[in-house]
């Protein structure tokens, strides 16, 4: 397992890469370049900027989040070559860098959704969260200037210049399916998993966030049984998953510890977070401690143990504590608490697997 931190960049993060680099164990940053606008080609000039920042504190850049896909492919428009053509040049510009990763996501309009950025936990501590009916009432341009108003930091997959024609999109989803979706995620695949192959880049598609259908809108990225059938448009090893523990796990009936033993050989990235699920579907985000939220996260990291899990992990969204002012869910001090979690667990359960495999030789 490699221990990884997501960063936003200069200017748009609160933390530093020094900060970064004296959290024990992290190797590497997750990174993009949030400032192109999405379907355009990233700059090799801009991508290799961001290399000199990270060796300047021997931090890789090997996993990219996101390379996000235009809606023209998701819809299935003819435009969409075009716009393929421009994400395998990406690719591109990114291998001449050592990239080894690119997580990415295929839901319609929105990347994913909360109801506020900053929702008090008895602790005075703060978090995202989710409530589900007002999300059920709301119009989603109500969501959208929620989001937006918060004029701080950017929010990836909330960027206004993506919801310009916000109605437009809305009319045109309205006539593509499930299956509609899943054929034009088919499509992609088969143009870039080739490119990816002679790259060394693996994809990870990311769940859906929350892993259900919001304003009517198609999604296709829900349980562990969808994530098997993308794995099976297109059968190679580069064609592989974000297994996101908070994504899934906000849907009861989507067993963690199952999905990870069936999809085990393509789970390339691990976005590992701790939520708290309420009767009525509402859900808050807590630490990444077992015992403060309704997720298994020492299960979960029992079972990456047992698959011997080599890709790249790192915590997901944490609380905002001590008063740090950051970007919603992306502080410091919290995601390091929870990198430290992770690591007694994953090093606890890697011991105990040392010490049963010499007992079997001893015998």
């Not at 990270?54 to 090997?62: P, R």
């Not at 990763?101 to 703060?126: A, G």
């Not at 976005?271 to 808050?284: Q, S």
């Not at 979690?341 to 890697?350: I, R, T, V």
């Amino acid at each position: 397992m490699k221990m990884v931190f997501r960063w936003f960049g200069e200017g748009n993060d609160s933390v530093s890469l020094q900060h970064i680099k004296q959290i024990p164990a992290v190797e590497g940053i997750v990174w993009a370049l949030h400032d192109i606008k999405v379907g355009e080609v990233w700059p090799l000039e801009r991508i290799q900027m961001m290399k000199e920042q990270a060796d300047t504190y021997h931090l890789h850049l090997d996993v990219v989040e996101s390379v996000n896909i235009h809606e023209s492919i998701k819809l299935g428009l003819d435009t969409r070559d075009m716009y393929i053509d421009n994400y395998i040049e990406t690719l591109k510009n990114l291998a001449k860098i050592g990239v080894k990763v690119v997580c990415y996501n295929f839901m319609p309009v929105f990347d994913w959704v909360r109801t506020e950025l900053f929702r008090s936990h008895p602790d005075q501590s703060t978090a995202m969260f989710y409530e589900k009916a007002k999300v059920d009432q709301m119009n989603p341009i109500e969501l959208v200037n929620r989001i937006a108003s918060n004029k701080t930091f950017t929010m990836p997959g909330w960027e206004l210049d993506r919801l310009e024609t916000l109605k437009e999109l809305f009319l045109a989803y309205k006539y593509v399916s499930e299956n509609d979706l899943r054929d034009n995620l088919h499509y992609f695949l088969e143009r870039v998993i080739p490119v990816c192959e002679s790259l060394d880049i693996k994809l990870a598609i990311h769940p859906d966030d929350p892993p259900w259908s919001i304003f009517g809108l198609p999604r296709i990225v829900t349980t562990g049984e969808n994530l098997e059938k993308i794995t099976k448009l297109v059968d190679s090893p580069y064609n592989g998953i974000t297994f996101c523990s908070g994504a899934l796990g906000v849907n009861p009936k989507n067993d963690l510890i199952d999905i990870i033993h069936k999809c085990k050989e393509r789970i390339h990235f691990a976005h590992i977070r701790n939520v708290l699920l309420f009767e009525n579907g509402d859900f808050i985000e807590t630490s990444h401690l077992t015992r403060d939220g309704s997720l298994p996260i020492d299960e979960v990291m029992k079972a990456l143990s047992d698959c011997n899990f080599t890709g790249y992990m790192r915590p997901d969204h944490g609380r905002h504590i001590w008063g740090e002012e950051c970007r919603p869910g992306y502080g410091l001090y919290d995601r390091a608490l929870g990198i430290m979690y992770l690591h007694g667990l994953w090093d606890g359960y890697q011991l105990k697997k040392k010490e049963e495999a010499s007992y079997v030789t001893n015998s």
